[in-house]
T-cell receptor, first 114, second 117 residues
């Protein structure tokens, strides 16, 4: 079956530090990959996505590259801000599964201190 | 931008009682989902719904759970006899129909926090 493994948290960084959150996946087909962000008290919202190998998703200074050879989709940001404090979820959707059902990682809590 | 709305935001109920969680998906979306998140951690798939029927469900979605699309806009999750372990945040999500729907991200509501006492 499909699975997503994220680096364990929590992660605490100082403002302007470099961020990497690792994500690797296992899928039976050709998945699309997503990063979702959850701010305190809110639902999940899409941060970025990539739908095929070597695609790079980017948004709000965050980037992730779909690496098929290493089955990875690591999230990076060059300079984090306090407002980036949130829980980040890596997810995949496999065309072999019905109707876009997504499999999520466990989530990584990021705290950015001023 | 259209969004998924969920009501109530917080529901407290006694063990053994029935609860209904309500969702209004984005109007032109045709795939609907319920996910559960316990203790702010893992997001777990419960059920997907398309064309007025369940298309897939997880092992969590046992006989105590049911979903319904009673009209053209609402999508509900019913728990018939709640247990303490049903306490969680329940998220509704929707996505558009299409051959490439698996490429489409899920659009989530802000969730209903269910507390079973």
């Amino acid at each position: 079956g499909n699975s997503v493994t994220q680096m364990e948290g929590p992660v605490t960084l100082s403002e302007e530090a470099f961020l990497t959150i690792n994500c690797t996946y296992t899928a039976t087909g050709y998945p699309s990959l997503f990063w979702y962000v959850q701010y305190p008290g809110e639902g999940l919202q899409l941060l970025l996505k990539a739908t095929k190998a070597d695609d790079k998703g980017s948004n709000k200074g965050f980037e992730a590259t779909y690496r098929k050879e290493t089955t990875s989709f690591h999230l990076e940001k060059g300079s984090v801000q306090v407002s980036d404090s949130a829980v980040y979820f890596c997810a995949l959707s496999d065309y072999n599964t019905n109707a876009g059902k997504s499999t999520f990682g466990d989530g990584t809590t990021l705290t950015v201190k001023p | 931008e259209p969004e998924v709305t969920q009501t109530p935001s917080h529901q407290v109920t006694q063990m053994g009682q029935e609860v209904i969680l309500r969702c209004v998906p984005i109007s032109n979306h045709l795939y609907f989902y319920w996910y559960r998140q316990i203790l702010g951690q893992k997001v777990e798939f419960l059920v997907s719904f398309y064309n007025n029927e369940i298309s897939e469900k997880s092992e969590i979605f046992d006989d105590q759970f049911s979903v319904e699309r009673p009209d053209g806009s609402n999508f509900t999750l019913k728990i018939r006899s709640t247990k303490l372990e049903d306490s969680a945040m329940y998220f509704c999500a929707s996505s558009p129909m299409g051959r490439d729907s698996y490429n489409s991200p899920l659009h989530f509501g802000n969730g209903t926090r269910l507390t079973v006492t």
